[in-house]
Structure formats: C-alpha cells, structure tokens
C-alpha cells in the first residue's frame, strides 16, 4: 500500500520537472566539486524557475497527482477509489505544494550534480531568453530564435543536457523521496480508520 502509492506520487513529480525526455543512456560521472555546489544549485534554480513559474508547477503537482493516486488504491482497503481520491486531495496534495521550494530543489540537484558550474551558468543566462523557452518545450521557431539559440551555445548544451538526463532524473527522485515518505505515511495514519471501514 505505502510503496505503490509513494512510487505513483514520487513518478508524478518527477513528470513536472522542466526536463526533456531522452534516450536511455549510461550513467555519467557525478560532478566532485562540493565548494562549487551551492553555486550551481542556485544557477539551477534559476533555470527551473524560467522555464516554469511555481503556479505551472503547482498545476501540474496536481493534475499529476490525482492521476497518481488513482493507481495506488491498496488492495485491502474498505472504501472505493473515489473516496480514497477523494481524500488523499483533501489531506496530501495540500502537504505537497505546501514543499514547493524543497521539491524545486529535488528538482535542482539532478543538474547540479551532473553539470559544470561553468555549464550551468550558460545555463542560467540562456534561461533569460524566450526562445530559448521555446526550443525547450518544441514550440516553433523563427530563424531569429534559431540563430539565437546558436549564439547563445544552446543546441551544444541541451546535447550534454540530454546526455546527463537519466542521472539526473534518478538524482532528483532520490531527493524528494525522504520527504514524499514522510508525507505519505502522515496521510495513511490520518485515514487509517476509513480504510479499514471504520467511521470516523
């Protein structure tokens, strides 16, 4: 019960996150620079907040969270899967967008711990062009953004970007799943009773 639904929700973040798909690769090395990490969290985070606002983000916590939670209906439980949806967007998704900053950094540490400092500050500063926005979600470009892309060296670091992307999708989810457990035990004790059929 705990790990389906923990492993529904803990997916269904990780689906918000501003990262394209790629092909899966091997893993490649983790970045060994711990005096340069706080640095490129915070490039990260500038990234992750151009590409999509927290209201973006909190929209789709929630869109894909109901779609979640409706796997994850224990097998054993006394109540149907409207009710258990039901509460669980009564009771936990509030918990979740209540941590919006602690699951942007979740969201951060996969490319901190993957890029460069030096990659990650083009980053930051490509992140400040809305074309650059717009070859990230596949949006038409016009051959202005085409060349501004090239100028501003996209096309070579979404390459390397791609080339990181299992890593650091496996870091992320990895970072927000101590909180997502805790979270999630928090809602399974408070609907105990209604899950064995017991009123309240």
Known sequence: MRGALCMAILLALAACAPARQ???VAAVPLV???AGRPQRMAYALTFIEAMKSDDEIRRDIARGFKDAVRTALPRESKIGLQEFA???EQYLLPEQLKHLPEIKEGYATGYADTLTTA???QLALCAKSPAVKRAWYE????QQDQAELI???FPALRKRMAETAPTAQRLSQAQGEALNNRLVD???AKIAQQLQGQPT
């Open 119 to 121: 990659e990650l500050k």
């Open 32 to 34: 060994n620079d711990p």
């Open 86 to 88: 039901a509460l669980a």
């Open 139 to 142: 949006e038409p470009l016009s």
């Open 186 to 188: 928090d809602f399974l």
């Open 22 to 24: 790629s092909p899966p």
């Open 151 to 153: 100028a501003l060296g």
